[in-house]
């Protein structure tokens, strides 16, 4: 009697269970880690990631260590709406750029750019959070954008490290207004070594070193950080 109460407790199971989902199966699975999608990456960046005083050695190393196709542009002094006057200065502005990026066939962006924009702006937090609205305005909302934080060690003046704060701040406004932001946080990075800037505290020595592949990192990690 108790082998045919079984049987029958095995026979409804049977039923009312799909094949191959057994108990196990219906233990609720955790969320797989979201992919990026990102495989050609865009990084428009201005004299931290140049030649001469930024990490552009560095990043084309990390890039190349990818090895996945890529789309680089420079310039010191580049801005939203200025070309600067650097290696890549003939791409434009930091909006022009955008465009030349996606006919080149970017997935995605990393910007690198905003210590000259912080400066100009001195404070004015409303202009900041205008010129990132142009970005991502003309990125559009079906790439992913990471931008990194500037930051200095300058106490007074436009590249005081107060007018950087003020762009770090409409950063994190703007991933209220942006799904498609996410905010690096370059300010968060340790300092470890006395050489870590150069002489003006704006551009990096030893830093560069960091930065370069935490700019090409930013591409591949689905959050801000």
Partial sequence: ????ATAVIAAV????????????????????APETHCTKPAIIGASSADYGMGARVEILRSLKGRGIPYFLSTSAGR???RPGHGTDRRHGSGLHTVDVAKQAGATCFVIE????????????????????????????PDYR??????????????????NMNAFRLEFSRATRRYE????N????????????????????QEG??????????????????
């Fill in 113 to 140: 750019f905003g210590a000259t924009e912080a400066a100009r702006a001195n404070g004015d937090r409303a202009r900041l959070a205008r010129a990132i609205d142009a970005m991502m305005t003309r990125i559009g």
């Fill in 1 to 4: 009697m108790k082998k045919t």
């Fill in 185 to 204: 946080h370059w300010e968060r990075i340790p300092e470890t070594t006395l050489l870590w800037w150069r002489p003006d505290f704006v551009h990096l």
């Fill in 13 to 32: 199971i049977s039923v009312l269970v799909p094949s191959g989902l057994g108990p196990a199966s219906l233990v609720p699975k955790a969320a797989a």
């Fill in 145 to 162: 954008v990471d931008w990194i934080t500037p930051k200095t060690r300058v106490y007074s003046g436009p590249f005081s490290d107060r």
């Fill in 79 to 81: 801005t939203v709406y």
């Fill in 180 to 183: 498609n932001l996410d905010v």
């Fill in 208 to 225: 560069s070193k960091v930065r370069g592949p935490y700019i090409v990192d930013s591409a591949f990690i689905n959050r801000s950080r």
